[in-house]
Each structure stands twice: as C-alpha cells, then as structure tokens.
C-alpha cells in the first residue's frame, strides 16, 4: 500500500520527528511527502523548501491539476493538520476518489477550533462547507485519545476511527537524560523564585491574559513568568507581552525567537509552575516534558485535556481555583509520580508508536 502523507508548511517541530520515524521504522519504498504552500518566515517552526524527500507544490490553486493526479497515485492520502483554506477543501469535495482516499490526522485547531465566529455571510457559508468537509471524512486519526469521542459526537460521524499519537518523545533529549531538577517544594523552603510558564505559543486559545489577571495579587511574591509567545499570531503576542510588562514589569519574560529543542527543555526544566488555560487539546509537546518532570499543572476543570488526564488519577489542578487561592496555596507540592508513569509507557515507548501507526497504514480504508 503506497502512502503519501501531506504535511503542514508550518508545523515542522512536531512533523520533522514524525518525518524521522516513518524513515527510520517504515522506509521510503512505501512512504513519501508532500507539502503545499510556501512558508510565511524562515523560522524553525517551517518546514525547510530543500528536503529531497519532500514534494513540493507552491499552492492548490496554481498546481491544481498535478496536485490531484498525483494524490491520485497513492491508495492513501494522510492529511496532518487540515491547515488549508475553505476553497481549498472545496477543490477536494469535487474529487470524491480523492476524498475516498483521505485519512485525517487532526490537531487541536482544526478540530475544535475550526469555526468562524464572526456572523456575515461568507463566515456563515465557510461553516457550512468545514462541516460539511468533516462529516466527509471516513478515516480519522486523533493524536490525544478523546480526539476520537470528540469527532464521533461533534460530527455524528461513522467514520473508521484510530488513536496514534505522535511520536516526538522519541527523540527528545529530556527524557534520556539524568536532570538535576529543583523540586518546588525545595524553592519554596529556601524561599527561591518560583518560575510560571503560561502556555506555549501565541495563540488566543491559551487566554493568556485572563492568566495574567488572575496571578496579579501574587505580583509582589518571590516568582518570574515566562511566557512564550515563539510562534502563532504575533498580533495577539504583542497583547499579551504588553499587558504582561503592564502588570508584572521585570517579573514577565516573553519569548519572542524560537530556542533549539535543547535549549527549550531546559528552560522547561526550571519551571516550578505551568499553565495551560484552554479547553481544548493543545500543547502536548509541553505538558508531556513538564508531566514527566513532574511539574505542577493547572488546566480548567471540565476541559479535554484536564479530565483525560485526571481519569488516570493524574493530580492536574483546576485553573479556575486560581481565584480563591493564596500563593502558599497556589504554590503547593503535589504528587505528581504518576504523571512521570504516564510519559514513560506513552511519548517515549517505541513499539507502541510502531503499533499504532501500522495500523493506520494498514487497515483497508472505509470507503463511506
């Protein structure tokens, strides 16, 4: 079965290790890239235009007929992200041997952020075809293990349904090291500064500036906030780092440049405190590292991620106790051992990443 996976031109920290795994689990004879679209900025977070194992076309609109004939030539298309625009989906509707072969591999945005708010016409219809787009789907992959109740439900769907996460643990280097870590409860006996981590990019779903006005009354404590805002909407960055030095001056470090994968897990590594105010499955390239470290995390009560990992008996605390709480209360140890459990036998075991993905690879499409 030739399989030919299309990849987000934005997105390359999570898809490169992807890239990686399939090169070095399941070979080329079977397996090739595609990307479509040219990437906004040189960043590290763009999938580089000279990778000789990639296709490359500049857009649906300008490579259209060779886009299709060559989807065409593979008996499953796996689409990363559906990061393509309205018009675009439509170009699929119109080519049903292409939808019949198309395997969704969903992110958190485009699963559960996907709609347009504003209440005009063209947003209206926009709505309309996303939906209509999604309820097509017939393969589905969700990389969180409630992505898939999620859709089912969301979309009244009978499509065949996988969970394959992704397989960045792998490769990342905090989990193959020995870390000399400083547990909160050691700064707070020695009266260090407590470091905050509010979420991890520059996207509005994150509600950093809600964060920011809940921790004010902790202001003239002994701790730093570190945002980072490295990518996403750099509008909303420039919000969020104002209102940031707004309230907290000195004590707010925002994170404007993207740091190498090493460096950034050690900047992870000195966190006493994360916070992920959102309420859909973002992030976890994140949350997995701090689960593993052991670290404290709030998340709200009665979001994706925050039931999910609460079910394992994972002590996620609730954001939305942030409020009533005094700093030696926000600031106290918990147990997080079965945090650092969960990681092990998930982001960083190999044959279970091999097992899942085989089975994405070869089970016989549903055809509708």
């Keep these: 079965m030739k399989i030919l996976h299309v990849l987000p031109i934005s997105g390359y920290l999570i ?12 070979g080329l004879e079977k397996n090739s890239f595609a990307v479509i679209g040219r990437p906004r900025d040189n960043s590290e977070n763009a999938i580089p ?11 649906y609109i300008k490579n259209y007929f060779k886009i299709m004939s060559y989807f065409l030539k593979f008996d499953k298309v796996l689409f990363h992200s559906l990061s393509i625009r309205t018009i675009e989906k439509i170009f699929f509707l119109l080519n049903p041997l292409i939808m019949k072969r198309l395997v969704w591999i969903a992110w958190g945005n485009d699963l559960y952020h ?6 005009n016409m063209p947003c209206k ?8 787009f999604r309820k097509k789907i017939n393969n589905f992959v969700g990389i969180f293990p409630p992505d ?24 990342n280097p905090i989990y ?25 990019s520059s996207t509005q779903v994150l509600n950093h500036i809600e964060v920011l006005e809940d921790l004010y009354k902790f202001r003239d404590e002994n701790i730093r906030i570190y945002i980072p805002l490295s990518y996403g909407d750099e509008e909303y960055g420039d919000q969020v780092e104002k209102k940031a030095k707004l309230l907290f001056g000195d004590k707010a470090v925002c994170f404007r440049e993207m740091m190498s994968n090493e ?10 405190i994360a916070i992920f105010n ?31 990992y609460r079910s394992l008996g994972i002590n996620i605390c609730d954001y939305k106790q942030i409020k009533q709480l005094d700093f030696r209360s926000f600031t106290e140890p918990i147990d997080m051992t079965k945090a650092k459990q969960f990681v092990k036998s998930n982001a960083t075991n190999k044959q279970k990443k091999i097992e899942m993905w085989s089975k994405v690879f070869n089970a016989p499409l549903k055809w509708g």
């Design 176 to 200: 193959t090291k020995d870390l000399d870590l400083t547990s909160l409860e050691e700064k707070k006996n020695h009266n260090s500064c407590i470091n905050i981590q509010i979420g991890h």
């Design 278 to 308: 959102t309420f859909r499955q973002i992030g976890l390239g994140n949350i997995h590292p701090l689960l593993y470290m052991e670290k404290k995390i709030f998340m709200p009560a009665g979001s994706v991620m925050y039931d999910y």
């Design 125 to 132: 219809v926009a709505n309309i075809i996303e939906l209509f």
């Design 148 to 171: 898939v109740d999620y859709f089912k439900k969301t979309f009244n769907s009978n499509a065949q349904t996988f969970y394959a996460s992704y397989v960045g643990g792998l490769y």
């Design 114 to 119: 996907w709609k347009k708010n504003r209440t």
């Design 263 to 272: 460096d950034y897990m050690k900047f992870l590594s000195t966190i006493g």
């Design 49 to 59: 235009m000279n990778n000789a194992d990639i296709k490359y076309f500049d857009s």
């Design 15 to 26: 898809t490169k290790h992807y890239i990686r795994f399939i090169k070095e689990n399941f």
